[in-house]
């Protein structure tokens, strides 16, 4: 039985070189794990007679040996405009996760989870709310995104970028993560861009900095939402072991290695982190350490968890306003489907708690500034 409840190994769980081993253990030829993995994550084939390329014996083999999915779709959700599409998943052993589809002019964007709830305990954020139960595994990951490309690809669409800002933070579950966005990124298989996929920490400092040595290009995305570690801790209380002198020098490590632009994530909470001072602040740490940078900012989502207000347009125009004089591009977003709950965490924080949750899921409006 492994961690999931199931007692077969999900086949989103192996690397490539995980089949290559399990077909010349079945005396098959080492071609035989490239036409599985293709057939999983080129044809996004899910059942074991879907596999035409492989010999009969070889089909039945993969179905006694593995289980096809660990995804069960319990509540659906598409708000209004039809833009947005949420899912709540259950796993085998009862844990819930949620992906949402956004869809924009020229891009369908998921929004996957990394773990079932959070140990990071932002405040206003409905999945620190319930806490962490656990880490999802590489293949429970990878699967959120199978699920919605079948999707896509029903209707002659698909995905073209990938933002690990769901429920969890995904350094906390470095190593699934990692092999997940690796399953996906795989040219052999999925073959989505590194440039396409976006990685969200809450600040793990150590963490981004082995993400640096990885030698890859994926995006890195920090939820900052403050400028001073006073403030910083209180609202995530992790950042207490992670200053912002060491979040932002493990930020310049990973610019150093990627020379990807960094995202920083700031939601505007009223009169809590929204000051022109805070913007001050920022722009002098993003200058401080040489980083080419963006800025997200997002109205808070309200959670009857945290008394907390979003800040009014005029304030987050301001607070834009002073990076933009900065030459720092700042982004103001728009909340997405809040009609269907599509923050991080609401649908399975309404199944475990009615009505706790909050946050990240967006649209942008470039308000000015560089790139
Ligand atoms: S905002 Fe992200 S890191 Fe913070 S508690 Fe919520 S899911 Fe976890």
Not at 30 to 49: D, F, S, T, V
Not at 62 to 78: N, Y
Not at 117 to 124: D, E, I, L
Request: hydrophobic fraction near 40%; charge should be positive; aromatic fraction near 8%.
């Amino acid at each position: 039985m492994n961690v999931s409840g199931e007692s077969k190994p999900l086949v989103y769980d192996l690397t490539y070189e995980d089949w290559e081993a399990w077909v010349q253990n079945q005396g098959q030829p080492r071609y035989r794990a490239r036409q599985i993995w293709e057939g999983l994550y080129k044809h996004l084939w899910h059942r074991p007679e879907d596999f035409s390329t492989l010999p009969k014996a070889l089909r039945e083999a993969l179905a006694r040996d593995f289980t096809f999915s660990h995804l069960t779709p319990v509540k659906e959700r598409q708000s209004r405009d039809g833009e947005t599409h949420k899912t709540l998943f259950h796993l085998p052993d009862g844990a819930a996760v949620e992906t949402v589809r956004m869809r924009y002019v020229r891009r369908r964007t998921l929004c996957i989870s990394t773990q079932a709830g959070c140990a990071m305990g932002c405040v206003f954020c409905a999945t620190g709310q319930l806490g962490l139960l656990r880490h999802l595994t590489p293949g429970e990951i990878v699967e959120q995104v199978l699920y919605y490309a079948r999707k896509l690809r029903a209707q002659g669409d698909r995905v073209t970028n990938i933002v690990v800002m769901g429920m969890g933070e995904p350094l906390h579950n470095y190593a699934a993560t990692l092999q997940a966005m690796d399953t996906l990124n795989d040219p052999r298989g999925f073959g989505l861009g590194a440039r396409r996929i976006t990685i969200s920490t809450v600040g793990l400092a150590p963490k981004i900095r082995q993400l640096a040595r990885e030698g890859k290009q994926y995006n890195l995305a920090v939820s900052l939402h403050a400028a001073d570690d006073d403030l910083r801790s209180a609202l995530i209380p992790v950042a207490r072991r992670y200053p912002l002198a060491d979040l932002f020098d493990a930020c310049r490590a990973y610019f150093q290695a990627t020379r990807r632009r960094i995202t920083f994530e700031w939601t505007m909470i009223r009169d809590v982190n929204d000051s022109p001072q805070q913007a001050e602040r920022l722009a002098r740490w993003i200058r401080e350490y040489g980083l080419v940078a963006h800025v997200n900012v997002i109205p808070l989502n309200p959670t009857p968890g945290y008394e907390g207000r979003p800040s009014p347009r005029q304030r987050i125009e301001a607070f834009a306003a002073v990076l933009e004089a900065h030459g720092i591009p700042c982004t103001v977003r728009v909340r997405r489907g809040i009609d269907i709950q599509a923050g991080c965490g609401q649908l399975a924080g309404e199944r475990l708690e009615r009505g706790k949750m909050a946050l990240h899921v967006a649209t942008g409006k470039r308000v000015g500034g560089r790139a």
